[in-house]
């Protein structure tokens, strides 16, 4: 249907599913520009590659070609921006064609093979992953990234000729019902979004819905322990970080010296010394499900050793942003407990002796009102905690439901609950050690201050 498209409009064009979708209709020939709130860093990029973009909510800011012949003009939008939207009102009010992110995304990838990875945590680093394996071992395929990944600088992969496409599976409104795929990967189903939910046990029939749509002879590849059956007509492997029940998984894991080097067992045998590319246990179990994946799509096994060697990882994921022998400071966008714990986890095996300070910024007021427990729990493992107001993202407050309600259940005795531009100054008077940035909102607006604000200590001590 998008063979008469000549215009695409996007309401929230800075998202990071929202820009690789417009750069694709770039790519492919359309004129492309959209509205967001804020401009970014993504948004800069996406001007600098041709597309038009603003930041005011004016339907007098839409450009006249788009008003003139709405036949020729697609609106994406997203759940993220409100429904009272003025631009959004307008585009409704004049019937012009309109689909969600995960339509559009559905659509593109309807006649390909697609990889599709569902989970609620994992979803951007395994399938940034998988694209690079794909592509480095020249198999190739479309990717729609969930992170910029740093091997391309892009969120969006491109690959003539290629039948394969990558995407991510997103759960929440249960946009990943769009997709029907051929390969499905499901990292993981812990309770999320029960704002659109209600209870985890729907959640998890969702998951079930998606995985009943995987093409007939397609594939089903799942963490060991879900409990989800594959469709008749569809075959089922397992993976896991360690557990030598499943199909694929790690062997002899071992750290050299930040890295991790592991054996990779596989159903045709063992391949030996993987050395992934970027640091953490985690993403040694993600590196077990990408390259299974990549393997069940006709991956030549041997070419993934140096392909996952070569992988520079996600930007926001377990991000370094400086490091020396004595002094770290590492980005990431976890953002539900979970992630939260196996994130921390693996910084503490990689710095025992290190005193460990996070700054986190929780997601979202139905988030942290359901899992506030949780977040204690996963915020308790660091050292020392500086604790942010939530971000609201798409959510209007919910009365009583601030970030108090994780910060007096946390047990660690250092911690302080402030404001973002409280913490450059409380981190100015802390002695450099291990640093983390946690949070999935506008946390990564503090990154560079933070960076040039340990440089300089680092600097100041060696000077002294």
Not at 189 to 197: F, P, Q, R, S, T
Not at 284 to 298: Q, R, T
Not at 418 to 443: F, M
Request: aromatic share 8%.
């Amino acid at each position: 249907m998008f063979h008469q498209i000549q215009k695409v409009y996007f309401i929230g064009i800075g998202g990071i599913g929202m820009s690789a979708l417009a750069r694709y209709f770039k790519a492919k020939g359309c004129e492309v520009c959209g509205y967001d709130r804020t401009e970014t860093t993504l948004t800069k990029n996406l001007v600098s590659e041709g597309i038009v973009v603003h930041y005011a909510d004016d339907v007098n800011a839409i450009p006249p070609s788009y008003k003139t012949d709405k036949e020729s003009v697609l609106v994406v939008i997203t759940p993220a921006v409100p429904a009272s939207h003025s631009e959004l009102q307008w585009f409704k009010s004049q019937e012009y064609r309109m689909m969600k992110r995960s339509e559009v995304l559905g659509m593109i990838s309807k006649n390909k093979k697609t990889i599709a990875v569902a989970g609620t945590h994992g979803k951007t680093s395994v399938s940034t992953m998988i694209a690079h394996l794909l592509t480095a071992v020249g198999v190739g395929c479309d990717a729609f990234l969930g992170g910029i990944s740093k091997n391309y600088k892009s969120n969006l992969l491109l690959a003539e000729g290629s039948c394969y496409v990558v995407a991510e599976a997103d759960e929440y409104d249960r946009s990943f019902l769009q997709l029907h795929p051929h390969i499905a990967v499901v990292t993981s189903m812990d309770a999320d979004h029960l704002d659109i939910y209600g209870t985890h046990e729907a959640m998890k029939e969702a998951f079930a819905q998606f995985v009943s749509q995987i093409t007939p002879d397609g594939i089903l590849l799942i963490k060991h322990g879900l409990s989800l059956s594959a469709p008749d007509k569809v075959r089922a492997f397992t993976y896991s970080l360690d557990n030598r029940e499943a199909d694929f998984h790690a062997e002899n894991i071992r750290m050299q010296g930040e890295r991790c080097l592991f054996d990779f067992q596989t159903p045709n045998g063992l391949i030996p010394d993987i050395h992934i590319g970027v640091p953490g246990l985690v993403n040694v179990e993600n590196g077990v499900a990408s390259m299974a994946a990549a393997i069940l799509a006709g991956a030549n096994e041997e070419k993934l050793k140096p392909s996952m060697t070569s992988f520079e990882g996600i930007q926001r994921r377990f991000d370094y942003r400086v490091r020396t022998d004595n002094v770290a400071y590492i980005d990431d966008y976890a953002h539900h407990p979970e992630e939260l714990r196996f994130f921390i986890k693996s910084v503490r095996q990689m710095y025992p002796d290190k005193r460990i300070t996070g700054v986190f910024q929780p997601h979202l007021y139905s988030r942290t009102r359901d899992f506030a427990e949780e977040f204690a729990k996963s915020l308790s493992l660091l050292d020392s905690l500086i604790l942010l107001d939530i971000y609201p993202a798409r959510e209007e407050p919910i009365e009583g439901v601030t970030s108090k309600m994780i910060f007096d259940k946390i047990t660690i005795s250092d911690k302080c609950l402030c404001s973002k531009k409280e913490v450059p100054v409380i981190l100015n008077n802390r002695e450099p050690g291990v640093w983390l940035t946690i949070g999935a909102g506008d946390i990564d607006t503090l990154v560079e201050p933070i960076e040039e604000l340990l440089k300089n200590k680092i600097q100041m001590n060696c000077n002294n």
